[in-house]
């Protein structure tokens, strides 16, 4: 069955860094679009991140600069490198896998930006 296994998740200190691993299984992978999203409490989920299946990528404009999308097609892997973190970076951040009307979430992974 369809799988997206999101880690790397955790409590950071403001300006740190992390690394967000999405493992996706069930599907061609390579053929999917895989994208971030994350959601604050009390707000609505928004997207980070997209790197389309030609590697083109886009990102919201809070974090242009300081996050990276990236893929590894061999295995079967999307990334969200994430530096110079802060506190509105708080969020459940959540993998997702479109193709066509084919949409998939991971269970999603927390990320705590404080001092």
């Known amino acids: 069955q369809v799988q997206l296994v999101e880690s790397g998740g955790g409590l950071v200190q403001p300006g740190e860094s992390l690394r967000l691993s999405c493992v996706a299984s069930?599907?061609?992978?390579?053929?999917?679009?895989m994208s971030w999203y994350r959601q604050a409490p009390g707000k609505e989920r928004e997207l980070v991140a997209r790197i389309t299946s030609g590697g083109s990528t886009n990102y919201a404009d809070s974090v242009k600069g300081r996050f990276t999308i990236s893929r590894d097609n061999a295995k079967n892997t999307a990334y969200l490198q994430m530096n110079t973190l802060n506190p509105e970076d708080t969020a459940v951040y959540y993998c997702?896998?479109?193709?066509?009307?084919?949409?998939?979430w991971g269970q999603g992974t927390q990320v705590t930006v404080s001092s």
């Open positions: 997702n896998a479109r193709w066509v009307q084919n949409r998939y």
């Open positions: 069930g599907f061609p992978f390579s053929s999917y679009a």
